[in-house]
């Protein structure tokens, strides 16, 4: 007995049917028989489908929800059903969607394929999902009871790679196993760029992906690349695997293969990357590297990089250098422990390290290097703060290292005792006090020094760290107020007492028989003090000036100056530190402290009693733009920034004026251009010294440039400064990338252009030439066609009229592959690297290639 029902369309239809005698036999018999009810369902605006649930106590024991768009046949004797038209089947987590389903509840069987359209072509091939797995087909056969499936022509996902089968069979265990499979991270699910081809292919789900012998085909062609078998891991996260090498030649240590490696996933919070470079001129270095991440908990990593290189020739003479680098950074999470925090950013590099390894510009010429590691905890309700850290300072020029450890500060912040005092005056409800103490451990060594210090080397007993180590307390109790004058003014008076503690100190003595100033250290607890006030008056002046006529609408400017005083008293005092010591043979004395080389603040012993100002700036414009319904505003910030300062100081003798300062801040251009610049002036005369008279005594100016700095800077093509955004992308992939745009080529934009322009001039003695730095660095990239880019970046030094760092980028956007080609052309660096690698499908979506070559040290 076959039933067909076709499209119910429209609500008052579905009534006039369900009162017929067919729809009421149907009834009828499913209640007779327990298998089937009929229930309405919408499933479009302007479409109805009938949905039939199966009761039936033996076999299938969770319903199964089913429905058809254009037809259903209801089998009641044979107990199936069979949809035609955009059918759709849902049991438990299983979803299935088909041209045409089959339904039998007597072998809880299904079949799915799909159909003919009027031309014939195949239309809405099954999709099946189960839970997380889904897969799409030509047709398939499903069990429910022993959810067993036999598939033809299955394309399936796991993880960033794609399966394509031409015979696939489910187990009831979930997993999969394939005939003549192709396994590719290309999504073009169509005719895929490159995929594995293997005659037998098993997936283990969230597991492992396992083939026989397999072979790699590129662009439809066999390749003679073949396997015995094949392993990918298909774990969610981290997964062990080898890290393939770059090539190329460097000038130096000629052909190298970079970054060979292995990457070992230890567990879900840690990995190991061990990587190693060949230099076949002798050369070589050794990489591990570490991330590790726990959520709500920290994150961060940990490197050691160590590069043994040979430099010159066998007939010339071989140069030898050692280096390594030590990275650390770690970053915990504020809701990991509430009141305390821990940080590290550790970086410590030997003196030829970056010199010698690396090929970025910045890197080479870079002078200093600081590490820090930092905890830091609240206590009594965030009334007491405490923080406890350490600091290394390298300076490569002169290696040396300067360590401070431990450094340990002590903070209570700011208490208004009288804030609730029943009183008029309101400034004594603002008077306040805090406390700030500070513990400092500090060393200044030679970098070569530091391993013997520490006491790691065994066979060098001479130096000592604890000789060395300079040891001190500063506390402070600053004391302040604020107080509102005459509506429109602030004046905010301060004053702190300071005490110093010393637990070694520096003497000097004159040396008769050897006409020498001796220098000796002493241990022991010494104090000194000192006391300082100040008081800042200020306000804010706003001036607008309007125009009725014309594309400029107003003008606005923001003035806010201020008038600073500041009172320290002389404490030149023996108990303050302060000594006489000859110094030559004709008696001649000067005054020092003991405090002088204690590596930490201490009373200067020197009195003032100054008065400064500070005047900063912000110039705006408003435009307008006729419309056909009035006029549209805008607002144009010329000057963001611009400040002018400098101090009189009253007890001084002599050249009272500091110097003048002026310093600002533009965007130009519709926020294009970037620029900052900064002079300063001397208000005093030279001869052939400075002398006590000022240059605007004689009706000149107001004093003698001594010194200036302009930088500007800019990317021509406003598509390179926008961020990127992709629903398809991790947000942590997309915070990479935009964070570190220059490590990435973006296909999509068809060309850039980063230019940096700086200027330093300096001229600080009249008596010796000025001297004018100039330099221009310009990088980015041109789009020669849809898929090749080509990258470029250097710069010219106009003092030392030598060519920056100048490279030279290739790359090929291959969609599921990138192909890359870099050379350094000239200079000391002269090398070339390629590359050539599949890439992963979060950049496919964004049409991105990694830069990842250039020594991302």
Known sequence: MLYKLHNIRTKNHFKKLSQSIFVKTVLWISLLFGQFSVVAQRDSVDAKLLKFKSKAKSGIQVPVDYSAEDSMVLDIPGKKVYLYGNAKVRYEDINLDAGYIMVDFNTQGIIARPYNDASGKLVHRPHFSDGKDQFTSDSMNYNFSSKKALVFNARTTQQDGFVFGEKTFKDPQNNTYIKNARYTTCNDTVNPHFYIFAKKFKIIPNKQAITGPANLVIAGINTPLLVPFGFFPLQKGQTRGVIFPTYGESQDRGFFLRNLG????????YDLAVTADIFFRGSYGIHLNSSYAKRYKFRGNVGFDYNYNEFGEKETGITISKDYTIKWNYNSDAKSHPGQTFNANINYVSSNYNKNNSFTQQNIIQSTIQSSANYSRSFLSNNLNMSLGSRIVQNLQREEVNITFPEMSLNVPRISPFANLNTKNKAIKTLGLSYNGDFLNSVVMKQKNLVPALGLDRNNDSIHIADSLKSSIVQSVPISASIKLFKYFQLNPTASFTEYWYFKSELQSWDNVNDTLLTTQKN???????????MSFLTTLFGMLQFKKGKLQAVRLVLTPSLNFGFRPDL????????????????????????GNSGSAYPSGVSSAS???????????????????????????????FNISSAYNLVADSFNWSNFSFNGRSTLFKSKLSVNYSWTIDPYQYTNRRINKLVIDNGKNLGRLTGANLSMGTNFNKAAREKKVNANTSNAELMMINTYPQYYVDFSI??????????????????????????VTFNGDVKLTENWKIGYGSGYDFFTKQLAITKIDIHRDLHCWEFSFGWIPVGFRQSFEFRINVKASSLQDLKLSRRNFWYDN
């Open 262 to 269: 292995y990457y070992f996933p230890i567990n879900k919070y």
């Open 524 to 534: 022991g607890f010494e104090r000194a003090s000192s006391i300082q006030a100040s």
């Open 572 to 595: 030149q005092t023996y108990s303050n530190g302060f000594r006489k010591v000859q110094i030559d043979t004709l008696g001649t004395t000067k005054d020092y402290s003991i405090f």
């Open 611 to 641: 008065i400064g100002f500070n005047i900063n700036n912000n110039l705006e414009i408003k435009t307008r733009k006729h419309t056909d319904t009035g006029y549209v505003s805008k607002k144009i910030k010329l000057i963001e920034m």
């Open 750 to 775: 068809p060309w850039s252009l980063q230019v940096n322009y700086n200027l330093i001039y300096t001229h600080a003695d009249p008596r010796v030439p000025s001297e004018v730095r100039q330099s």
